[in-house]
């Protein structure tokens, strides 16, 4: 099925540890993102490309990185794993037009725990 | 402020209940708003946009006032399947990035 495919679904790590979050999406879609999600603090945005060879920082860069490999591929970089990091992340693809998202495809999500 | 606010809930409602949502959202030039569901431990999934002279598809409803600055969902005669969190979410300037609530969560019960 087309859509963003998520690996791994879930990783434990220990602190100082790193590790490579993989995304990709199959629909063309121009823009990727990945988000954090914890209780009670929503979706909060990490790093976004939106084409290919551009990528920003969003709301909570701050020990991440990430690399738009192509224009399918989207990755997510822990370099030294922290418990603050401990979240689901979810990548997501959007396509627009005339500036308008129509809605963004979430791929399955990444359970971290780190320990 | 956040930039968009929800009441969390929980919604506790019986089958065949109405249900309405509300959402806030602080910046006046936003321009895109949604609707987004999210069941435990899935990702969120696109239920509807909100257009300024609201929208319905099915037995939901969803209504935009730009000059209170808030979003709403209508739920009519309620399933056990809407049991669920929903996501208000508004694209605050151009561009394709969304900003997300905290989700406000329903739970119908037979």
């Known amino acids: 099925n087309a859509g963003v495919t998520q690996t791994p679904k879930f990783q434990v790590l220990k602190t100082g540890q790193s590790m490579t979050l993989q995304c990709a999406q199959d629909?063309?879609?121009?823009?990727m993102y990945w988000y954090r999600q914890d209780p009670g603090m929503g979706l909060r945005l990490i790093y976004y490309?939106?084409?290919?060879?551009?990528?920003d920082k969003g709301e909570v860069p701050n020990g991440y990185n990430v690399s738009r490999l192509n224009k399918r591929e989207f990755s997510l970089r822990l370099e030294s794993a922290a418990p603050s990091q401990t979240s689901v992340y979810f990548c997501?693809?959007?396509?627009?037009?005339?500036?308008?998202?129509?809605?963004?495809?979430f791929g399955s999500g990444t359970r971290l725990t780190v320990v | 402020r956040k930039e968009v606010e929800q009441d969390p809930g929980p919604f506790n409602v019986p089958e065949g209940a109405t249900v309405a949502f509300n959402c806030t959202y602080s910046?006046?030039?936003?321009?895109?708003f949604f609707w987004y569901r999210q069941d435990c431990r899935k990702e969120p999934k696109l239920l509807m946009s909100v257009y300024s002279s609201g929208n319905e598809d099915g037995r939901f409803t969803a209504q935009l006032n730009r000059a209170s600055q808030y979003i709403s969902l209508l739920i009519r005669d309620s399933k056990l399947s809407d049991s669920a969190t929903y996501l208000c979410?508004?694209?605050?300037?151009?561009?394709?990035?969304?900003?997300f609530g905290t989700g406000t969560r329903l739970a119908v019960r037979p």
């Open positions: 629909m063309n879609h121009n823009s």
């Open positions: 490309s939106a084409s290919e060879g551009t990528t």
């Open positions: 979410v508004v694209q605050q300037s151009s561009g394709d990035k969304l900003t």
């Open positions: 997501a693809s959007s396509e627009s037009w005339a500036g308008v998202p129509y809605g963004y495809t």
């Open positions: 910046n006046s030039a936003s321009q895109s």
